[in-house]
């Protein structure tokens, strides 16, 4: 995966009804570190990493490149939205095209803050890049992503096995079609 090759990175943070989506700062490593570790998170992401390597391996002030955006709430940090262009792993519908991903910890779930946070950063991509088309990959079987893929307007593009599970693909556009 590649950032989205912004020179003018971070952009002034986003604000919505609870959140705000910003750049990741020093004090967020200890959530960082909790996400990629947690084993709920990671159910349908190939499981946690060893929290000791994390530990390890994270910078000071982890994901600083462009189209990576903490989600604050509260004052902390409760989730990660990223967005990053796909080299499409030998599909060619997904290569070069940005990629919608996001984490959250377990106990921000189910208040809706997923979907206010990648609204706002897929209307923010949709002012920077306007028209662009943006992906979304998520296991089949995970029905929480997959309901939030169809209320974010994203729509099957195709189904593969990779990581041992049927892996979903959709696609978001704003393009206007002609006449």
Same mark, same amino acid.
């Given at each position: 995966?590649?950032?989205?090759?912004?020179?003018?990175?971070?952009?002034?943070?986003?604000?919505?009804?609870?959140?705000?989506?910003?750049?990741?700062?020093?004090?967020?490593?200890?959530?960082?570190?909790?996400?990629?570790?947690?084993?709920?998170?990671?159910?349908?992401?190939?499981?946690?990493?060893?929290?000791?390597?994390?530990?390890?391996?994270?910078?000071?002030?982890?994901?600083?490149?462009?189209?990576?955006?903490?989600?604050?709430?509260?004052?902390?940090?409760?989730?990660?939205?990223?967005?990053?262009?796909?080299?499409?792993?030998?599909?060619?519908?997904?290569?070069?095209?940005?990629?919608?991903?996001?984490?959250?910890?377990?106990?921000?779930?189910?208040?809706?803050?997923?979907? @206010?946070?990648?609204?706002?950063?897929?209307?923010?991509?949709?002012?920077?890049?306007?028209?662009?088309?943006?992906?979304?990959?998520?296991?089949?079987?995970?029905?929480?992503?997959?309901?939030?893929?169809?209320?974010?307007?994203?729509?099957?593009?195709?189904?593969?096995?990779?990581?041992?599970? @049927?892996?979903?693909?959709?696609?978001?556009?704003?393009?206007?079609?002609?006449?």
């Amino acid at each position: 995966m590649e950032d989205l090759g912004l020179a003018d990175w971070p952009p002034e943070p986003i604000g919505t009804g609870r959140l705000v989506l910003r750049a990741s700062e020093a004090r967020d490593r200890p959530t960082f570190i909790e996400l990629l570790a947690s084993p709920e998170v990671h159910t349908y992401l190939g499981g946690p990493r060893p929290r000791d390597e994390l530990e390890r391996k994270t910078p000071e002030v982890p994901e600083q490149w462009p189209g990576s955006f903490v989600v604050e709430l509260d004052g902390a940090m409760t989730g990660l939205i990223l967005l990053r262009r796909t080299p499409g792993d030998g599909r060619p519908a997904a290569a070069g095209k940005a990629d919608l991903g996001y984490l959250f910890l377990p106990r921000a779930w189910g208040f809706g803050y997923a979907a @206010e946070a990648c609204a706002a950063a897929l209307d923010w991509f949709d002012g920077v890049f306007p028209g662009e088309p943006v992906l979304l990959t998520t296991q089949s079987a995970n029905a929480r992503s997959m309901r939030l893929a169809a209320k974010l307007g994203f729509t099957e593009v195709e189904r593969f096995e990779a990581w041992d599970a @049927e892996q979903w693909l959709g696609m978001r556009s704003t393009a206007v079609l002609p006449g």
